[in-house]
């Protein structure tokens, strides 16, 4: 691994203690390039900022901030109760890994920092690669104790005990979501009115997704509800798994088995109510940051994309492909559906892979036989199940460029 006191992609106070204090005197005088990461830990931040000690979640939000501003692209302010605050050009917000506490002699910033350093050199962004930092510091911490220096699993980043929860730009206490009627979710349409639900559960699916979009209008709404109804009523006499795409509060007053959301309606969403209702939750993620959003939700399913190009919409993911697809598959507990440009050969892939579904759009919807389709799906899917589960990679590739 790189030696983060000689790089300039990750700076720390100990080896970059002059550079930043002449960062901090003259913010205009830039001898060096910035770094791509500043990690410091409490102290050190109210030290650079000449603040009084950041004892509040708040004033570690307000010093990373200013330190971001003078001091690198990205930062994240370590310690306290095991709570990171991260603020990164891609996303930003806190890292908490419950019951995890460092013995006060112990160095873990250098393990830290080191990891970081190596998942930016391996091409993941300032965000992924905190998480990954902090993931193998844990694993140190739980595994790595006796070594001098402290060291991680190499296998670190394939244990869920070592993924943190990355909290909402809304705070929630929400957490766990009722699970599955039957976690092998196997074939899952994703569809776009009633008519289609009826449709495909009577060729043999049991997963579905009601999937409305740009139908937010006051006056749309009626449309919505009568379609949720319907399939409803399709879903339940065909014993099949249904979620309702955004649409989660006629979802509730409708009754409905399940809600997919994607990430964008995470803090708009009353999951409280959700939770409640005791409607089972889906969310698709797309990136490392993402996962570990989900992950702190504890949701019924989480859905990983794009796992291949797709024409579905348009996004800025870079497609996962199946060793991402078998990462996730072994990293988490969680049912997991790969979802994104599936046809009969990737559908047996993904099966593979070890997901507990594979989400279906146009070779459904776009076929000149879909009943056709779906047999032809369904019997993918069982084939790749049959067959030796694919390898893991120890780590993901990120599925986002740098420069993005």
């Known amino acids: 691994m790189t030696d983060p006191a000689n790089t300039a992609q990750v700076w720390t106070m100990p080896g970059h203690a002059k550079e930043l204090e002449r960062l901090r005197q003259t913010c205009k005088e830039r001898l060096l390039p910035d770094p791509a990461l500043l990690c410091v830990n ?24 200013a330190l971001r501003a003078w001091a690198c692209q990205a930062v994240v302010i370590t310690g306290g109760d095991d709570a990171d605050y991260a603020d990164t050009p891609h996303a930003s917000g806190w890292l908490d890994l419950p019951g995890l506490a460092a013995p006060p002699s112990t160095d873990t910033g250098t393990v ?15 965000i992924e690669a905190i998480i990954l930092a902090k993931m193998a510091r844990a694993d140190a911490l739980r595994h790595g104790a006796a070594a001098d220096p402290l060291q991680p699993r190499a296998d670190f980043a394939q244990h869920s005990g070592n993924l943190p929860h990355f909290n909402l730009p809304v ?11 039957n976690a092998d979710l196997g074939l899952y349409a994703v569809v776009d009115s009633a008519a289609w639900v009826e449709r495909v559960v009577a060729a043999g699916v049991h997963t579905v997704q009601l999937r409305i979009k740009d139908a937010e209008r006051p006056e749309q709404r009626e449309h919505v509800r009568q379609q949720v109804r319907q399939s409803i009523a399709a879903a339940v006499a065909a014993g099949a798994q ?31 109510a959700i939770a409640k209702a005791g409607l089972r939750l889906g969310i698709s993620t797309h990136a490392y940051w993402e996962v570990c959003r989900a992950w702190a939700l504890q949701p019924s399913y989480i859905a990983c994309g794009p796992i291949h190009p797709t024409q579905a919409k348009a996004m800025p993911w870079i497609p996962q492909g199946n060793d991402n697809l078998a990462y996730w598959c072994k990293l988490l507990p969680t049912p997991v559906v790969g979802i994104a440009g599936m046809d009969v050969a990737r559908t047996e892939q993904a099966a593979q892979c070890g997901v507990a579904g594979v989400a ?45």
Not at 379 to 393: D, E, I
């Open 42 to 65: 409490r102290s050190e931040a109210a030290a650079l900022l000449g603040m009084a000690p950041l004892a509040t979640r708040d004033t570690v939000e307000q010093a990373a901030k």
């Open 112 to 126: 830290f920092a080191t990891s970081a350093a190596a998942a930016l050199a391996r091409g993941f962004v300032a």
């Open 171 to 181: 705070s929630t206490t929400v957490s766990g979501f009722a699970a599955l009627s």
């Open 242 to 272: 249904l979620f309702i795409n955004d649409h989660w509060h006629i979802a509730i007053e409708e009754g409905a088995y399940g809600v997919h959301l994607g990430q964008e309606d995470l803090h708009i969403a009353d999951l409280a």
């Open 360 to 404: 279906v759009i146009s070779a459904i919807t776009a076929a000149a036989s879909p009943e056709t389709a779906i047999t032809q799906l369904q019997q993918a899917v069982q084939r790749g199940k049959s067959r030796p589960p694919s390898a893991a990679p120890l780590l993901p590739k990120s599925t986002l460029s740098p420069t993005v």
